[in-house]
């Protein structure tokens, strides 16, 4: 079982910056692919972001060279907690949502699927 919990949303001003964290616990966190994604209003949810077991990351199209994925792991705590960090920069309106993570099956590549889901944190960019 993997619990995830977002953290770092808010209101920002066009142009701005904000990094969110994903905080995630439980089992094999370093054998799983751990990904971003947002929701607007009326709209689907977006992936953009992935970190695999490797740390090697991988961008959606909507927002590469706006945001980087990362772990620092020195937050890792024992075996089981890692923090996934998030940082998105030249914020715009269009970019206020519902940011959540999500987390895949033990040892099963990015983009195979989400078997975790976190509850999300607002951002929202206005002035």
């Known amino acids: 079982q993997v619990q995830l919990v977002e953290s770092g949303g808010g209101s920002v001003s066009p142009g701005g910056t904000l990094r969110l964290s994903c905080a995630a616990s439980?089992?094999?966190?370093?054998?799983?692919?751990i990904g971003w994604f947002r929701q607007a209003a009326g709209t689907h949810p977006e992936w953009f972001a992935s970190l695999d077991s490797g740390c090697i990351t991988t961008y959606g199209y909507s927002m590469k060279g706006q945001v980087t994925i990362y772990r620092d792991k020195s937050n890792d705590v024992l075996n089981s907690t890692i923090v996934v960090y998030l940082e998105i920069n030249s914020l715009k309106p269009e970019d206020t949502a519902i940011y959540y993570c999500g987390c895949g099956a033990l040892d099963r590549r990015c983009g195979m699927g989400v078997d975790y889901w976190g509850k999300g944190t607002q951002v929202v960019v206005s002035s």
């Open positions: 439980g089992y094999g966190l370093r054998r799983r692919c």
